[in-house]
């Protein structure tokens, strides 16, 4: 993936960093549309809950491999359960849930906001200095959204799936005000995303459980797609998101995450035939404007 950083016209361009958060953007984005794919043929919570133990037990057995162990700093313990409870089971089980409802590619910009919402919660409440850039960043960010979800709401979105998206979203954002860096804490990457995953599939079912009959309907669609959100979502993407932040810091990488509402939209547009109109379009221009001014205000702070 590159041979790392070179300079182009003064300019120091880090080549691997740039295709890892393009390829991170582009799976994560992806997961809202093989999302829709799983729960059309099983219950979303026992989908994910299954999900998660088996890419919790690969990841574990990949760690163990590699030589790292259970024996966790406090702070990757903490990161562990909170990663586990606000990211898989909470942020991911309400958005696996909505998809039933709503279109993928609606989730997929509910979703975007994270960024945003962590900027704002920086700025507001922990006074993070944020130069007025940034600040008209948030402002147009939500503003894109608010767009969007007009016209959609106005084409029969349901507002219960909306609504479980954007507590969502607040779930993830708790999760990253609150875990700065896993990452940089003492190692055992893999083992602390195993762990995280068998953390969210056990919240996951305890849940499940009572609220919804196991039954599948074992179409081709459905295995591929839980296959690759296993896979690919689950266990690559989160690897290499940790790996970014650890090349380039927190506030860099997520820059990345300006591109979540544009690959997000596309691929449901392409893979489910899902409308794109020229509204969508402007609100996610104007969403994905919103998250990189915000971020590359941050980056200049």
Known sequence: MGRGPFALGGYVLDVRAVLMGLIFALIWS?????ARFIVEAAPPLFSLAFRF???????????????QRFNLTRGQWRAV?????????IYLGLNFTAIQWIEASLAAIIASTMPLLVALANWTIFKERLPAIGILGIVAGFAGVALIMAQ???GGADPLG??????GALALTVATLTVRSAASDGGNLM????????VGSA??????????TLTVDWTTPF???FAYTTLMPGLLATFIWFLLVGRIGATRAATYHFLNPVFGVLIAWVLLSERLSWVDALGVAIIAGGILAVQRARVAT
């Open 30 to 34: 992806s997961a809202f549309t093989s």
């Open 53 to 67: 133990a088996i890419s919790g037990m690969i990841g574990v057995g990949i760690a163990v491999a590699l030589g």
């Open 81 to 89: 359960f909170i990663f586990g409870i606000c990211q898989n089971a």
């Open 152 to 154: 959609r709401f106005g």
């Open 162 to 167: 909306v609504l479980m998206c954007l507590v």
């Open 191 to 198: 083992m602390i995303i195993g762990l995280q995953m068998l």
């Open 203 to 212: 919240a996951l079912f305890v849940v499940a459980l009572p609220l919804e």
């Open 223 to 225: 295995i591929l797609a």
